[in-house]
Each structure stands twice: as structure tokens, then as C-alpha cells.
């Protein structure tokens, strides 16, 4: 009889996706899951039961979110308010009759808006990747026989099987073990595989790591086998859990996406309002109302920036050019900039911060303590007695525990591929081995393996037997001798010790030695450090011994202690992060003490700073959490949902988030936070589609080069959004003052579109590159509610507008002595090169443009002389000159112009020496 609150495949939103709703299944016992799941704990499923379940509950596959298509990008990038005006101008000169203007403008916006959809057409792929880690066959039991199905068919009460290399096909409920080992890395951030046990009931509600009794979809079988009843498929297991984390993050705008809204609609507004104002001051003054309207339209024109969205977007994607080469891939456009915002990164621990790759870093008999050196999984290091490196093969009790850590294990290290095939803490002492020259079948064919015990989590132990000659000088001669070997739990293989090794040979080993010894052990787990004890016992009991009686009497030989270590440039880069005013926070699902040695060892955390559990971050309310979190930079034993909180209290906390990892459990976060970075080496699908940068190296320094580049784009952008809207200033008051004089309007809308998109646009693509100023990542973060604009820069470019006007003004005054037609063609040759100029006050807001190189930015030179040629092209071609109503000009006349144009720059060089000289006194 199935209980009441029993209710298959209802994941608590009424979605039928093949699971049952019921909570707890880890604390459960066998029957009791196999009663409630209707199914044999020998036979399995029937067929045809197993077809009704799945024509119930749905295939186990995750659920796929539809993207948007590309008409809604395409409208997306419509509804920018700049956009919407310049498309209500062009409608206007339409209207108007002004045909080419109109062309024009529709031409700008055609080239916004492909930029923007070309970069927006790499659609997520969050949740088939996640569907992608899902084992497409799996083993199972139905009616009494062993099956191989799709394991898409796989529904609630199948009896699956699963061995060492087995990706877990969903999530399910043990019921038979035997030394079954489970790599859930991708879910809990903990690289040790977790030991499982059927038998384990739990009594009270535990954290996903902790369930002993339960696998779960998208992890991996290291090492034994054992079988499963499916309790959840689809997206009622943990990883469709995720999925659902990742479907219900909404998308968030960055930093400089409401920048630039913010200042689209200022600027959009200044023009609606100037120009409104102008046509009614028109009309009062007895202007025509074609003329009048025609007016307004030039100063629309020439209040929006035209090529800003395309510029920006132009810099943001050769901002990403540039970072794809030093290996950080952005996968969305505008979160480039958001690094250079990045006032925390959230890191996990495991494969991001360390090298996930378990080594051994001490190795401790009852005579020495040895360090060993070396990094990752290379065969290279040293072993260290007091600081002096020492060879192993003169070191007999070295020697031996290195052997006994290789010949009693099941792990296979390939160097040239760097890579280990099977457990990764067996891994690591045969990789300590090959650091003294022992290769793993080298000693099993010196030592050949003759019988095991295998790994049981009641006896926490492993044993082999071998024959040879292993240990001639501490345990004497014998080629034909027969040794147990043993490695296991500390306290459990101590205690079946009745002597040990010293350097001469066999000690007793009293009772103040075994609690000297279990000290030794306290003390290196105290270090965060993974200890294992080794063993041996010559000449053991020959046939089928039963397990306790062959591991009765062993001498001890010594413990060795690993751990998954730092990346070497992870502290460098953390400590660069914090010179630039940047938090670094770990964020890990392993155990409180290890992450605080590796904190510690990265200059994370102090003796006495505070860590942060998941079960104390459970019973915080969002204000409390939001209070801890600016204190807190470790968190430990967290969950994926504990995660996506953390980022919500900083963000709460007006924090700039970047948040990296590499497993399925990093996915929510990395969606969550402003900006996403996963590991492309190492890291899973999942992370790398929910992330906005992948690094390709997976190397923490990457982050910091990114977040340089961040800061150097906002910068650039500040220089070219500078440019271009003192550029746009001065024609509004060029035009305005004209109106306010009664002067004829110096130039026509189709010049203004010129200037905007020929002269002014190359200048400031180029500005957009320039090479970063030296004090960059000295500077503190940008802060996430500084505008495109501070006092100073408003400042700045109402001088520099006003003198961009006044120079167009004079040469306009100038050419009315004669006819209003070079009037209008002095005012335009005038303000087109005079912009061009005024580029190079742009290099720098403080520094003189002598101090930081006239040709430094080579981009910048040939933008000039580029613009200026096109430009000039305008006034010498016969055909051009009728579309631009220009009219050829004398040398006289150009030589005033050329004059007129380099003030701007006298201008600036002027301003700065003022400003430096004020900060001088002010510091004095």
C-alpha cells in the first residue's frame, strides 16, 4: 500500500516530470523505499510497468527553456531610446522631403542593430548541456533480467545497476553496496569521493554530501559497484532542481547597460526639449514653419550621437577580441565592461582556487616527517627530511610506504596525459610514488598481487597480498616472502597494530606510542589534510582467510597526508584583486577545516576571521545573511540554493558580483551574478553556458588581466562617449547661437549626419582602443552608480563645446562677408577637422597628450588622417559638393581653417596644466 503523502511525478508545481514528491528518502530503509515504490528489490520493474510509469510520469530528460528568436533580439536592440529617436528623425526628414538625410539615418540603424543581433545570436545552452551530462544508457533490472535501456525511459522504482566509470543516470536510493565510491564534485564542490552505504539510514535531515545512501543523476561512479532504486527523474532529481534554479534567474542589465540607458534618455530629452524650444522661439519671431521645423530636425540630428550605439558596440567586441586572446572568452557582449565594475568574486574552491587534483604533501612514519613537493599531477617533486631533499630509495621506511600506497591501490596514473584513471586519492599515491621513480606496473609485475580485501566503509580499509622481496632491510630477506599490505582510516588501522617500524626495523608500539601516534594524526587533519595510514604484515595466513583474522597483527609503517592544493598563481592574483579594491570570497561545498586551510594559505583569511557555514546560513533571514556576507569571505559545506542566496546579499549590499566556478552546483550562481566566469578546461557544460566568460586556461590570474581589461574598455568608453558628446555640444550651441542671432543656420542636417559618422566616428572607434593608462588596477572599482558622467567631466565638456562652437561660429562669421554659401561650407570644413583634432584631447582627462605619446595609439593616427582625407574629399569632388550644398574654397580660406582647428586642442593642453596645477597646491 503506497502512503497518503505519497504522489508520483509532482515536483510541487503540479508538473507531472517523473518523480515522487515525497521528501526524505534518505531516511528511509530499504523495504521501506521499495513499499513505497511499488517495485521488487531483486526482479525490478515489470515491462509493462515500467512502459505505464513512463507514460505517466514523462521521459527523464530536463525540461529545455526556449530562447528568444531572432525578431525579439532584433526588436530588443530596438526599443534603445536613442535608436527610437534617430528612427522618429528619419521619419521626419521623410516627411520633410529630405530624402538622403533620411537614408542615412535608417543606414545607422540597420548597422546598430546587425552588431547587436550578431553578437546576442549565441543563444543559451544552459539546459541541454545539462541534458547532455546525462548517461544516454543505463543498466537495469526488469522482470528478473538485466537490461541495457535508454535512459530517457528510466521512471521511479527501476532497479538500476552501477559500476566504476558509470555516470548516475538519475537520482535513487541505494539498496546494495560493495566499496561503492561516488564522485559528486559536479554537485557538492567536494573533490573526495563520498564512500556510500546502503545499510545507512539517517535519522535527521542532512545535506546532500552527507547523504550516504543516495546517488544522484549527473555524478559519477569512481570505484566499486553497487545497485539503486530511481527515486527521481527528470526534473524532480537535484539536477533538475538546477535547472529550475537556472530557468527562474531573470536576466539583469549591467552596470554599463544602464549607464548607457540612463544617458540615451538624457540625451534624447535634451534634444526633444531644445528642439522644441527652438521652433517656438522660431515661430514667435515670425519664422516659417517648414523652416522652423526644418531647423529643429538639424538639432535633433545634431544632439544625438548617431554612432555611439555601433561605436560601443564596435569597442565592446574588439574588447572581446582581445580578451579571447588571453584566454577569457565572453559569451555576452556587454558584460565585458561589468568586471571593471567587480567590487566581489565569489570563487569556489575546488578546481578554481586549487588544482583539483588530490597530492600528497606529507608523509609521517614513526621515526620521520617528510615534505613533498611538486604540483598537480606531474611526476616531479621532491621529498624533503628536515628541508634537505633526500632520495627515496635511500630512505627504506620512505621506500616502503611508498610502495605499499602504490601495490595496495586500484588508481592508474598516466603521465603524458596528466590524468588519473580511477579514485583520485589513490591517485595521488601513485603519483607520490612516481615522484620517486616507481611506476605502478613495474611493482606489480616486481610484486606481483596475489589476493585483496577490498575497501568496506565498516572497515575503512583495503588490503592486498604480494609476494617479493619488499622490504630486504627493515623486515629481511625473501624473494619468495608473502606480505599484506594496508591502507586505510587512522584510529581504524592503528588499532589492529601490534608494533611498528622504525628506521632500524620493528618497534613495539605501547599504548604511549599509539596515542602519541593518533596525536600525529589529529595534527595533520588539524592542517586540513586527507590522512591515510599504512600497514604490513610479513607472511600472513595463506588460503581463504577471512578478512579479520588476516588483518590481525600488522606493524605500523607510517600515515601519509594530501590535500587538493592552491593554484601557485591563485594567491598572486588574489592579492592583485585586493590592491584593486577588490573582495575575493570562497564559496565552497567542502568541509569547514579544509577550506579554511586553503583560505588561509591564499591570504583569504586570518586565525580568527569568521567562517560561514550552510547550516548556520540556512536559519539567517535575507537581512541577517546580507549583514554576515560583508564580513564572511569563507563559506563552507553550502549548497547550490545557499550559493544564488549569497550573491542576492551582496547584491542587496550594492555589490558588483562576479561569481567563477567550473560544477553543475556553480550554475544557478554564476547566472545569478552580474557577471559569470566558468572554467573551460575543467569546468562542466552547465557552468560554461550559464556563465558570461569562460576562462580557457582555467587560471584565477586570468580573472585579473579581465578585470583590467573591463576597467580599460569603461575607461575608453568614458573617453569616447567624452569625444563624441563635446563634439555634439558644440554643433547644438553652433546652431542655437546662429538662430538666437538671427544668422542664417550654419549647417544642414546631411552635414551634421557627415560629421557624426565620418569625422567624429573613426576618432572616437580609436579612442575606444587605447592602451591603458598606467594606474588602472591601482584605482579603486568603478562604482555601480557612477554615471557616464561626473561634476568634472559636465564641466569639461561645456568648455569644450563652447569653444568647438565658437571656432565653427567665427569661421561661419567669416564666410558671411561674402555669400551665406561659404558660410556654410567654412562652418563645415571648420567643425569637421576641428573634431578631428579635438580627438587627442581624449587620450587622457588629466595627462598632458606630450606625457602620454602623440602617436602612441596608432589607431588614433590613421583614424585622422583617414577622416581628414574623406572629409576633404567632400570639398574638392564636384558631385559630393552638390549633395553636401558646399562650394570650393580658396587656399586663403584653408589656411585660416587649418588655423581655427588646432585651438581646440592648445585649449586642452591649457586646461589640464591648470588642473594639475590646482591638485599640486591642493596637496601642498
Known sequence: MVPADVSYGLDGMGNNNGGIAMPAWYQRNIAETAADLKTDLVAGLSQADAVARLEKYGPNELQEQPGPTVWQKILAQ???????LLLGAAVISLFLGETSDAVVIFLVVFLNTFLGVMQELKAEKALSALAELTAPLAKVYRDGQTREVDARELVPGDLVLLEAGDFVPADARLVKTESLQVNEAALTGESVPVAKEAEFTAAEELPLGDQKNMVFKGTMVTFGRGRALVTGTGMNTELGRIAGLLQGGPEEKTPLQKRLDSFGKQVGLLAVGICLFIFLVGLLRGNRF????????????????????????????????????????????????????????????????????????????????????GEGLKAEGEFRRDGTAVAASEQPLLDLILKIGVLCNDAEFLPAEAKIVGDPTEGALVVAAAKAGWARSELLTT????????????RKRMSTVHQGNLAPRLLGEGADRRWLLVKGAPDLVLEQCQGCLGEDGPEEL??????????????????????LAFAIRPDPPSGSTPVEEAEKDLTFVGFMGMIDPPRPEAKAAIRVCQEAGIVVKMITGDHRDTAVAIARQLGLAGPEDPVLVGAELETLDGDELAKQVAKVNVFARVAPEHKVRIVDALKQNGAIVAMT???????????KADIGAAMGQTGTDVAKEAADMVLADDNFATI??????????????????YFLLSCNLGEIITIFTAILLGWPVPLYPIQILWVNLVTDSLPALALGVDPPEGDIMKRPPIHPEQGIFDQKARRLLIVFGLFIAGVTLTAFRLGLRETVAKAETMAFATLGLCQLVHAYNFRSLTASLWRRGV????QLSWAFVGSALMHLVVFFTPWLRGIFRTELLPL?????????????LLLGELLKLVVKERASTAVS
Not at 318 to 344: C, D, W
Not at 447 to 458: A, I, M, N, Q, T
Open 290 to 373: 517648414y523652416e522652423m521645423f526644418l531647423v529643429a530636425v538639424s538639432l535633433a540630428v545634431a544632439a544625438i550621437p548617431e554612432g555611439l550605439p555601433a561605436i560601443i558596440t564596435i569597442v565592446l567586441a574588439l574588447g572581446v577580441q582581445r580578451m579571447a586572446g588571453q584566454k577569457a572568452i565572453i559569451r555576452r557582449l556587454p558584460a565585458v565592461e561589468t568586471l571593471g565594475s567587480a567590487t566581489v568574486i565569489c570563487s569556489d574552491k575546488t578546481g578554481t582556487l586549487t588544482q583539483n587534483a588530490m597530492t600528497v604533501r606529507r608523509i609521517v612514519t614513526s621515526a620521520v616527517d617528510y615534505e613533498v613537493t
Open 447 to 458: 610484486y606481483p598481487r596475489l589476493g585483496e580485501y577490498p575497501f568496506d566503509s565498516v
Open 892 to 904: 586663403t580660406d584653408w589656411l585660416l581653417i587649418f588655423g581655427l582647428v588646432l585651438t581646440p
Open 510 to 531: 605501547t599504548a604511549a606510542r599509539k596515542a602519541e601516534l593518533l596525536q600525529v594524526n589529529h595534527q595533520l587533519a588539524t592542517e586540513a589534510l586527507r590522512v
Open 661 to 671: 566556478g567550473d560544477g553543475v552546483n556553480d550554475a544557478p550562481a554564476l547566472k
Open 855 to 858: 602617436f602612441q595609439n596608432q
Open 704 to 721: 585579473v588581466r579581465a578585470v583590467q581589461e573591463g576597467r580599460v574598455i569603461f575607461e575608453n568608453i568614458k573617453k569616447t562617449v
Open 78 to 84: 530596438l526599443k534603445d531610446f536613442l535608436i527610437l
